[in-house]
């Protein structure tokens, strides 16, 4: 099976720098995704990985390290919208199904 | 983008009563629809895959003769709790993916379930 790991909550204020960690065990490997969810709305696509390295998109950067299992999502210049819960995510190749494993989550509180 | 609808956005019901939650696809067709739960607080759980024109695949532990989908077209799966109690209180969530495996999850707005 596959198992997620982040922190449960981050703490920080407007114009910083935060990284969120995701550490992952599964099956197989195709490559990491992060969603963003602001509370009691759907999540939203924010980035996919799927070799090792940095893609950035605007202020929001991910990187994956295959060989550590390992990868973070990369806030910069937060802005209180930015507070939200924030899901790394597996495909799980398993049957035909593609489908999405998210991790346990990070609620992210930006503070003025 | 493409846009996945979900309704009604609440429903409140009485235990022993069924909901039915609809989830579309506004823009595009899906073979393939996922229903998530969310229980406040905690991540996203897989519920179930549904297939357009046949049997959904149920995850481990999710009992399929109490949460029925259907996936009668392209455009259309609906996710009905049986039998609702407390317990299936909470935030139902469909999603489908345009394109390919790798391409992302598009999540309707979801379903806040309450089960007096």
């Known amino acids: 099976g596959q198992s997620l790991e982040q922190p449960s909550e981050v703490t920080a204020v407007e114009g910083a720098i935060v990284q969120i960690n995701c550490t992952y065990q599964t099956s197989g490997f195709y490559g990491l995704s992060w969603y963003q969810q602001h509370d009691g709305g759907a999540p939203t696509f924010l980035s996919y990985n799927a070799l090792d390295g940095l893609e950035e998109t605007g202020r929001f950067s991910s990187f994956l390290s295959r060989s550590d299992s390992y990868g973070y999502l990369l806030l910069q210049e937060l802005q209180m919208k930015d507070s939200a819960s924030y899901f790394c995510a597996v495909r799980d190749r398993g049957g035909a199904t593609n489908k999405l494993i998210f991790g346990t989550g990070t609620l992210l509180a930006v503070q003025p | 983008g493409a846009v996945v609808s979900q309704h009604p956005s609440r429903v409140i019901c009485k235990s022993g009563t069924s909901v039915k939650i609809e989830c579309r696809s506004l823009d595009f067709q899906a073979t393939t629809m996922f229903w998530y739960r969310q229980f406040p607080k905690q991540s996203l759980m897989l519920m179930a895959t549904?297939?357009?024109?046949?049997?959904?695949?149920?995850e481990q532990g999710v009992e399929k003769d109490k949460f029925l989908i259907n996936h009668a077209s392209l455009t259309l799966s609906t996710l009905t709790v049986t039998s609702a109690h407390p317990e299936d209180s909470s935030f139902y969530i469909c999603s489908a993916r345009v394109g390919t495996a790798n391409s992302p999850l598009h999540f309707g707005n979801g379903t806040r379930l309450t089960v007096t």
């Open positions: 549904s297939n357009e024109g046949s049997k959904a695949t149920y």
